[in-house]
Protein backbone atom coordinates (compact mmCIF):
# COMPACT_ATOMS: atom_id res chain seq x y z
CA UNK A 1 0.00 0.00 0.00
CA UNK A 2 1.11 3.55 -0.09
CA UNK A 3 1.35 6.02 2.64
CA UNK A 4 2.42 9.58 2.66
CA UNK A 5 2.37 11.68 5.88
CA UNK A 6 2.62 15.37 6.20
CA UNK A 7 1.64 17.99 8.55
CA UNK A 8 -1.91 19.33 7.91
CA UNK A 9 -0.77 23.24 8.57
CA UNK A 10 2.10 25.62 9.38
CA UNK A 11 2.66 29.31 10.04
CA UNK A 12 4.81 31.38 9.58
CA UNK A 13 6.25 35.44 9.27
CA UNK A 14 7.15 36.90 6.52
CA UNK A 15 11.00 36.51 5.82
CA UNK A 16 11.39 33.43 8.08
CA UNK A 17 12.31 30.17 6.67
CA UNK A 18 9.61 27.32 7.15
CA UNK A 19 10.87 23.48 6.38
CA UNK A 20 7.60 21.06 5.16
CA UNK A 21 8.07 17.42 6.05
CA UNK A 22 7.09 14.77 3.88
CA UNK A 23 7.23 11.03 4.81
CA UNK A 24 6.47 7.48 3.25
CA UNK A 25 5.54 4.49 2.34
CA UNK A 26 5.16 2.84 -0.87
CA UNK A 27 5.51 -0.47 -2.62
CA UNK A 28 9.01 0.81 -4.67
CA UNK A 29 10.13 4.68 -5.29
CA UNK A 30 10.87 6.04 -8.35
CA UNK A 31 11.06 9.65 -7.56
CA UNK A 32 9.32 12.61 -5.00
CA UNK A 33 7.78 15.62 -6.12
CA UNK A 34 6.65 18.97 -4.89
CA UNK A 35 3.85 20.98 -5.44
CA UNK A 36 2.17 24.62 -4.73
CA UNK A 37 -1.49 24.79 -5.01
CA UNK A 38 -3.17 27.94 -3.79
CA UNK A 39 -6.63 28.18 -3.07
CA UNK A 40 -9.31 27.32 -6.03
CA UNK A 41 -5.60 27.01 -8.24
CA UNK A 42 -4.04 24.06 -10.30
CA UNK A 43 -1.10 22.23 -8.39
CA UNK A 44 2.04 23.73 -10.02
CA UNK A 45 5.24 22.12 -10.01
CA UNK A 46 8.20 22.68 -7.63
CA UNK A 47 10.61 20.19 -7.60
CA UNK A 48 11.45 16.53 -8.29
CA UNK A 49 14.22 14.39 -6.74
CA UNK A 50 15.04 11.00 -7.17
CA UNK A 51 18.90 10.76 -5.96
CA UNK A 52 19.54 11.23 -2.19
CA UNK A 53 20.79 14.88 -0.95
CA UNK A 54 19.76 18.71 -1.42
CA UNK A 55 18.02 19.85 -4.72
CA UNK A 56 18.42 24.15 -4.80
CA UNK A 57 16.54 26.22 -6.85
CA UNK A 58 16.00 29.90 -5.93
CA UNK A 59 13.91 30.51 -2.49
CA UNK A 60 12.92 26.82 -2.48
CA UNK A 61 15.03 23.39 -1.55
CA UNK A 62 14.07 20.27 -1.78
CA UNK A 63 15.73 17.05 0.35
CA UNK A 64 15.03 13.32 -0.02
CA UNK A 65 16.33 10.48 2.10
CA UNK A 66 15.17 7.34 0.72
CA UNK A 67 16.30 5.08 2.81
CA UNK A 68 14.30 6.43 5.82
CA UNK A 69 12.01 7.34 3.37
CA UNK A 70 11.55 11.23 4.03
CA UNK A 71 11.85 14.93 2.13
CA UNK A 72 11.59 18.04 2.74
CA UNK A 73 10.44 21.61 1.47
CA UNK A 74 12.12 24.41 2.52
CA UNK A 75 10.95 27.91 2.05
CA UNK A 76 12.81 30.57 2.87
CA UNK A 77 12.68 34.17 2.59
CA UNK A 78 8.89 33.60 3.17
CA UNK A 79 6.55 36.08 1.11
CA UNK A 80 3.16 36.86 1.82
CA UNK A 81 2.44 34.96 -1.87
CA UNK A 82 4.05 31.52 -0.51
CA UNK A 83 0.61 31.09 1.18
CA UNK A 84 -0.50 28.09 -0.31
CA UNK A 85 -0.70 23.94 0.19
CA UNK A 86 2.24 22.27 -0.49
CA UNK A 87 1.79 18.91 -2.21
CA UNK A 88 4.32 15.91 -1.03
CA UNK A 89 3.46 13.11 -4.44
CA UNK A 90 5.33 9.76 -4.93
CA UNK A 91 5.93 8.06 -8.12
CA UNK A 92 5.66 4.25 -7.06
CA UNK A 93 8.26 1.80 -9.04
CA UNK A 94 5.69 -0.53 -10.02
CA UNK A 95 2.86 2.00 -11.32
CA UNK A 96 2.33 1.91 -14.72
CA UNK A 97 2.78 5.40 -16.56
CA UNK A 98 3.98 7.58 -14.12
CA UNK A 99 0.62 8.08 -12.22
CA UNK A 100 1.49 9.98 -8.74
CA UNK A 101 0.28 9.32 -5.18
CA UNK A 102 -0.02 12.52 -3.17
CA UNK A 103 0.00 13.16 0.69
CA UNK A 104 -2.73 15.16 1.93
CA UNK A 105 -1.23 18.57 1.72
CA UNK A 106 0.56 21.20 4.17
CA UNK A 107 -1.30 24.51 4.23
CA UNK A 108 1.32 27.26 4.95
CA UNK A 109 -0.28 30.70 6.04
CA UNK A 110 2.34 33.29 5.74
CA UNK A 111 1.71 36.31 8.23
CA UNK A 112 3.24 39.98 7.90
CA UNK B 1 2.40 27.51 -26.22
CA UNK B 2 -1.37 26.94 -23.91
CA UNK B 3 -1.19 24.49 -21.19
CA UNK B 4 -3.40 22.11 -19.74
CA UNK B 5 -6.87 23.49 -20.53
CA UNK B 6 -10.02 22.19 -18.64
CA UNK B 7 -13.53 23.36 -18.73
CA UNK B 8 -15.99 23.93 -17.61
CA UNK B 9 -14.01 25.10 -14.66
CA UNK B 10 -17.36 24.68 -12.65
CA UNK B 11 -20.67 22.83 -12.69
CA UNK B 12 -23.42 22.08 -10.97
CA UNK B 13 -25.20 19.06 -11.58
CA UNK B 14 -28.22 18.11 -9.63
CA UNK B 15 -28.25 14.27 -7.93
CA UNK B 16 -29.02 11.68 -10.89
CA UNK B 17 -27.79 14.10 -13.70
CA UNK B 18 -24.85 13.88 -15.98
CA UNK B 19 -21.35 15.22 -15.45
CA UNK B 20 -18.85 15.24 -18.22
CA UNK B 21 -15.34 17.18 -17.93
CA UNK B 22 -13.55 17.79 -20.85
CA UNK B 23 -9.34 17.71 -20.81
CA UNK B 24 -7.56 18.99 -23.42
CA UNK B 25 -3.90 18.21 -22.57
CA UNK B 26 -0.49 20.35 -23.71
CA UNK B 27 0.55 20.34 -27.70
CA UNK B 28 2.30 17.01 -28.13
CA UNK B 29 1.20 15.52 -24.61
CA UNK B 30 -0.07 11.93 -25.50
CA UNK B 31 -0.49 10.69 -21.69
CA UNK B 32 -3.74 12.23 -19.55
CA UNK B 33 -4.03 11.52 -16.08
CA UNK B 34 -7.20 12.37 -14.14
CA UNK B 35 -7.32 13.22 -9.97
CA UNK B 36 -9.81 13.75 -7.70
CA UNK B 37 -9.49 16.17 -5.07
CA UNK B 38 -12.04 16.21 -2.28
CA UNK B 39 -12.75 19.35 -0.09
CA UNK B 40 -9.69 20.07 2.13
CA UNK B 41 -7.93 16.72 0.98
CA UNK B 42 -5.15 15.89 -0.84
CA UNK B 43 -5.22 14.66 -4.59
CA UNK B 44 -6.29 10.96 -5.22
CA UNK B 45 -5.64 9.34 -8.58
CA UNK B 46 -7.96 8.38 -10.60
CA UNK B 47 -7.34 7.16 -14.38
CA UNK B 48 -3.84 7.11 -16.82
CA UNK B 49 -5.02 7.67 -20.28
CA UNK B 50 -3.11 7.41 -23.68
CA UNK B 51 -4.74 8.06 -27.33
CA UNK B 52 -7.65 5.96 -27.55
CA UNK B 53 -6.36 3.33 -24.22
CA UNK B 54 -7.48 3.06 -21.02
CA UNK B 55 -4.29 2.34 -19.40
CA UNK B 56 -4.67 2.48 -15.36
CA UNK B 57 -7.70 2.79 -13.81
CA UNK B 58 -6.96 1.40 -10.74
CA UNK B 59 -8.10 4.40 -8.76
CA UNK B 60 -11.65 4.82 -10.81
CA UNK B 61 -15.22 4.24 -8.37
CA UNK B 62 -16.46 0.63 -10.50
CA UNK B 63 -19.78 1.90 -11.13
CA UNK B 64 -20.95 5.75 -12.36
CA UNK B 65 -17.10 6.65 -13.51
CA UNK B 66 -15.79 6.67 -16.94
CA UNK B 67 -12.90 8.12 -19.21
CA UNK B 68 -12.06 7.70 -22.39
CA UNK B 69 -8.89 9.74 -24.68
CA UNK B 70 -9.82 9.44 -27.92
CA UNK B 71 -7.76 10.17 -31.27
CA UNK B 72 -9.22 13.49 -31.44
CA UNK B 73 -10.09 15.80 -29.39
CA UNK B 74 -10.13 16.17 -25.65
CA UNK B 75 -10.20 13.32 -22.88
CA UNK B 76 -13.42 12.99 -21.14
CA UNK B 77 -14.38 12.08 -17.53
CA UNK B 78 -18.20 10.96 -17.29
CA UNK B 79 -20.05 10.67 -13.97
CA UNK B 80 -23.24 9.08 -14.62
CA UNK B 81 -26.26 9.52 -11.97
CA UNK B 82 -24.01 12.15 -9.76
CA UNK B 83 -24.43 11.83 -6.22
CA UNK B 84 -23.55 14.72 -3.26
CA UNK B 85 -20.33 12.52 -2.68
CA UNK B 86 -19.12 13.41 -6.26
CA UNK B 87 -18.80 17.29 -5.18
CA UNK B 88 -14.92 17.47 -5.71
CA UNK B 89 -12.50 19.19 -7.78
CA UNK B 90 -10.98 17.12 -10.74
CA UNK B 91 -7.69 18.15 -12.20
CA UNK B 92 -6.23 16.56 -15.05
CA UNK B 93 -2.66 16.47 -16.12
CA UNK B 94 -0.37 15.82 -18.91
CA UNK B 95 2.96 14.23 -20.11
CA UNK B 96 4.11 14.32 -24.11
CA UNK B 97 6.22 10.87 -23.00
CA UNK B 98 7.02 8.41 -20.25
CA UNK B 99 10.53 9.82 -20.07
CA UNK B 100 9.24 13.00 -18.87
CA UNK B 101 8.61 13.22 -15.16
CA UNK B 102 7.08 16.22 -14.13
CA UNK B 103 3.04 16.12 -14.79
CA UNK B 104 1.55 19.62 -15.94
CA UNK B 105 -1.88 20.12 -14.22
CA UNK B 106 -4.79 21.84 -15.76
CA UNK B 107 -7.24 24.76 -13.69
CA UNK B 108 -9.52 22.02 -12.52
CA UNK B 109 -13.30 21.52 -12.41
CA UNK B 110 -14.94 22.27 -9.54
CA UNK B 111 -18.10 20.03 -9.44
CA UNK B 112 -20.91 20.35 -6.99
CA UNK B 113 -23.94 18.24 -6.66
CA UNK B 114 -26.65 19.66 -5.44
Known amino acids: GQNIDQPTEMTATEGAIVQINCTYQTSGFNGLFWYQQHAGEAPTFLSYNVLDGLEEKGRFSSFLSRSKGYSYLLLKELQMKDSASYLCAVRPIKAAGNKLTFGGGTRVLVKP | NAGVMQNPRHLVRRRGQEARLRCSPMKGHSHVYWYRQLPEEGLKFMVYLQKENIIDESGMPKERFSAEFPKEGPSILRIQQVVRGDSAAYFC????????????FGPGTRLLVL
Open chain 2, 93 to 104: ASIPTLSQETQY
